[in-house]
């Protein structure tokens, strides 16, 4: 089994920034990539960022492209989404998920292994 969990989110202001952790344990060589996904209420999960494990690109959500900064740490089997300049749109639950396929996908079904989730609130 995998078990993903996240930490890092929380109550911020519009401006400000936030670090979301994800570190994965178990059977973590069936991962190959990692995705951040997003659900605010009363709307569809989104893709917001990819990465794998073995390097490469590291594809955005056109809404966070320059904002958002996913990044990896093999050793600590830990992957990071680092958010600045927040907006009230960015308010939701994160989750982190794990897939075995090599390509960064941007749909939830291509995804086997998911987090708890965490809730981001940018409100003034």
């Known amino acids: 089994q995998v078990q993903l969990v996240e930490s890092g989110g929380g109550l911020v202001q519009p401006g400000d920034s936030l670090r979301l952790s994800c570190a994965a344990s178990?059977?973590?060589?069936?991962?190959?990539?990692m995705g951040w996904f997003r659900q605010a209420p009363g709307k569809e999960r989104e893709f917001v960022a990819g990465i794998r494990w073995s390097g490469g690109p590291t594809p955005y959500a056109d809404s966070v492209k320059g904002r958002f900064t996913i990044s990896r740490d093999n050793g600590k089997k830990t992957v990071y989404l680092q958010m600045n300049s927040l907006k009230s749109a960015d308010t939701a639950v994160y989750y982190c998920a794990g897939t075995s396929y090599l390509a960064i996908l941007t749909t939830v079904n291509a995804y086997d292994y998911w987090g708890q989730g965490t809730q981001v609130t940018v409100s003034s």
């Open positions: 178990g059977r973590t060589f069936n991962i190959n990539t």
